[in-house]
């Protein structure tokens, strides 16, 4: 009896090869349509992608054993640079010679870019004539059994002999040696077919996926007084969209009364990404609405839907809500690019809260609407505050690819946002103030908001000390996951309760939870992040007659205005008023005083287009990660050193519970001091300072003075 030939290892599944050909070609097939591209060509290159696979060597490694043979450990060391795709394009003799470039796009570069280390020309350059010897082995021996398997899948085989196999690769080589700029469209839809089968195959139950299926927007075509934008048409010529609101306007369902199509909604920070894709949820819940972030597939894991956090990362939508990041790989060319782009042409975009990015992100979301327009994307920017020079510059992005409708609202219905009176004090008063809001009979809620995780923490021992019988709490980035999240839960709790209350914060409560309070007292911040920290009190809209003017006292600058910049933060101190009304209509004027032009980061050197054509040689990808270069990324995590056995004991899921986010920055002058834990989970720095854990239970992670750890 011949042994079974297999795709995946015991470790993955025990796949077998005929199953995980079959299920490619079907998918590759059904994609197919989608994309526009010939679906049995798309079928035939899924059958043969990973036939190479059947080679005695790749066989070995599915069975634990990952030895080369005797003459391989001497031809090419301990581990031989061997790629199961370049194998499986021996057998393009089996078809006609018009099928070889299409099914060489699909194969060669679904693994690796054809210029990367252990990419077909570079192998072809290191090995020369070794790269046949090694690809080829004793083909005598296994090509038989591989074409068994093609025969099952009811391709026509024949045998292929060795020479004709050796011309088949010679073929490949010079293909993609002589290929010249640009990107392949069947390069995608393999790695969008192969990898959504890789995830799922073997893990999930069998149903029917509603893959490139639109959802149903119906829930959001609601109308009410109470909110302008519900009551303005949204199927308007225009292709694409601008629309300036402020808070409580109605812009979430007017941007998605705006979509036709499959959607992307994108947001700059995580919790609010969570928000939204809870939100879809239970307005679509018939239709395949995913989520994407970085720590986004526990989001799913959590509420037990291990179906939702395997298909996150992969094609066919109906709605997917996600940072800009997860889809800059086609701004960059990064690996997988060709299959985003065959995911998001032709789709609704919607980019919500564009004002909050900095200055590299803002750039980078910059070069990304303008890649959306240029694939036939219907792009709708939505945004409270935006400073104009930001503004032309997206409306000249998006006339440029099928007209802008400018949705505003107008001065008469503007006013009746107004909800703030600002109080501006020194940063003696703060206590004061606070003080004076808590004696009061009305039983307010108090949002304290620092600008930094160290000056929340400082105001909170103060709150603590002063207040002990009010009901409190402090929220920041320095908490473990499950510790946020329960943080959040009991804010939810306050919030909603009858009872006075302070929460202190840092900047992550901008644009977090739908949450309103009394009153806030705020360090000097710029314009823009005060609007959307303004919009955390006062937030609830209401009857004419029930409107009120809510109090936010703003601290005058101090020295240090990190992590802003002084500058930015003293002009915007100066434009508010003092004691009185913020009128809506004048932020416009105030926001374009402080950014008058937009400042942006330059990354043209690291964008992988000129206009339309693709500035890399085809079926390569750009190397290195992009992203981490134009913003600066520094990130890390901790780990309390009381969690340090339950870390190393745990699984992925129960480890990011226990880490704790830290910018890298902060951590720079700590690194020296503290251990990590290398080669386990994320590597986490393990903090073990005497009190941590004390001080943790009511502030959180407080990193001491570095001269005094010891």
């Not at 293909?175 to 990898?195: F, P």
């Amino acid at each position: 009896m011949k042994p079974k030939l297999f795709a995946k290892s015991v470790h993955y599944g025990a796949i077998p090869l005929e199953d995980h050909l079959r299920a490619v070609g079907d998918t590759a097939f059904a994609f197919a349509e989608t994309f526009g591209l010939d679906k049995e060509i798309a079928k035939t290159g899924g059958l043969l992608h990973d036939l190479g696979k059947a080679h005695p060597y790749f066989q070995n490694v599915t069975l634990g054993d990952q030895l080369p043979t005797p003459t391989q450990q001497r031809r090419f060391g301990s581990r031989p640079p061997f790629r199961h795709e370049i194998s499986s394009l021996l057998f393009l003799p089996l078809f006609i010679k018009d099928l070889w470039p299409p099914l060489t796009e699909m194969i060669v570069g679904h693994h690796k870019s054809i210029d990367a280390d252990r990419g077909i020309l570079t192998l072809d350059s290191n090995l020369d004539e070794a790269l046949t010897e090694l690809h080829l082995g004793e083909w005598e021996e296994w090509s038989p059994a591989a074409l068994e398997v093609l025969a099952k899948l009811g391709i026509a085989t024949k045998k292929v002999s060795r020479e004709e196999a050796e011309n088949a690769l010679e073929w490949v080589i010079d293909y993609c040696d002589q290929t010249d700029t640009g990107w392949s469209e069947w390069r995608g839809l393999l790695m969008a077919a192969d990898h959504f089968i890789s995830a799922t195959e073997g893990k999930l139950n069998k149903k029917e996926l509603p893959l490139f299926k639109s959802p149903d927007t119906t829930a959001f075509k609601r109308t009410s007084s109470l909110f302008p934008l519900s009551l303005l048409p949204a199927d308007i010529p225009e292709k694409h969209t601008l629309l300036v609101a402020p808070t409580g306007a109605g812009k979430t369902d007017y941007l998605l009364r705006r979509c036709k199509n499959r959607l992307f909604y994108i947001l700059p920070f995580q919790a609010s990404i969570n928000s939204m894709y809870d939100r879809l949820k239970a307005a679509m819940p018939s239709d395949d609405i995913r989520i994407q972030h970085g720590s986004s597939k526990l989001v799913d894991l959590e509420q037990g839907d291990e179906y939702a956090a395997i298909l996150q990362p992969h094609c066919g939508a109906g709605a997917k809500v996600m940072t800009p990041f997860q889809l800059a790989s086609i701004v960059f060319g990064s690996f997988g690019f060709e299959a985003q782009i065959l995911d998001v042409r032709g789709t609704d975009v919607i980019l919500d809260e564009i004002h909050t990015y900095s200055d590299g992100a803002q750039a980078i979301v910059m070069a990304l609407v303008d890649r959306l327009v240029k694939l036939e994307c219907r792009v709708h920017i939505g945004t409270a505050t935006m400073p104009s020079a930001l503004y032309n510059e997206l409306k000249k992005v998006l006339n440029r690819g099928g007209g802008v409708a400018e949705v505003s609202l107008s001065p008469k219905d503007l006013s009746t946002y107004d909800r703030h009176i600002v109080h501006k004090i020194s940063n003696e008063d703060w206590l004061d103030v606070l003080k004076e809001a808590m004696s009061m009979e009305e039983k307010e809620k108090v949002l304290i908001v620092f600008n930094t995780v160290k000056g929340a923490q400082d105001a909170y021992k103060i709150v603590e000390k002063e207040f002990s019988t009010v009901n409190k709490l402090l929220i920041h980035s320095r908490f473990k996951r499950q510790d946020r999240n329960d943080r959040e839960a009991q804010l939810m709790a306050m919030e909603s309760s009858d009872d006075r209350c302070i929460l202190v914060s840092t900047q992550v409560v901008e644009v977090s939870l739908d949450i309103s309070f009394d009153r806030m007292i705020t360090e000097a911040a710029p314009i823009d992040a005060l609007i959307q920290r303004f919009g955390r009190v006062n937030r609830r809209r209401t009857n004419a007659e029930k409107r009120l003017l809510k109090p936010v006292h703003v601290l005058e600058p101090s020295e240090n205005t990190l992590p802003y910049k002084k500058k930015i933060v003293a002009e915007s101190f100066e434009l508010l008023p003092s004691g009185g009304s913020l009128k809506v209509t004048e932020l416009q004027c105030m926001l374009d005083q402080v950014y008058p032009e937009v400042d942006m980061q330059g990354i043209e050197t690291y964008i992988a287009w000129r206009e339309e054509d693709f500035r890399y040689k085809k079926l390569s990808n750009v190397h290195g990660q992009p992203l981490l270069d134009i913003l600066e990324m520094d990130s890390d995590v901790c780990i309390l050193g009381a969690d340090q056995k339950a870390y190393e004991e745990a699984n992925w899921i129960e480890r990011t519970k226990l880490e704790i986010p830290v910018n890298g920055k902060s951590l720079r002058p700590y690194r020296q001091h503290y251990p990590r834990l290398e080669n386990v989970g994320n590597a986490p720095l393990v903090i073990h300072d005497e009190g941590v854990l004390e001080l943790y239970q009511n502030l959180g992670l407080v990193l001491k003075d570095p001269d005094n750890i010891w």
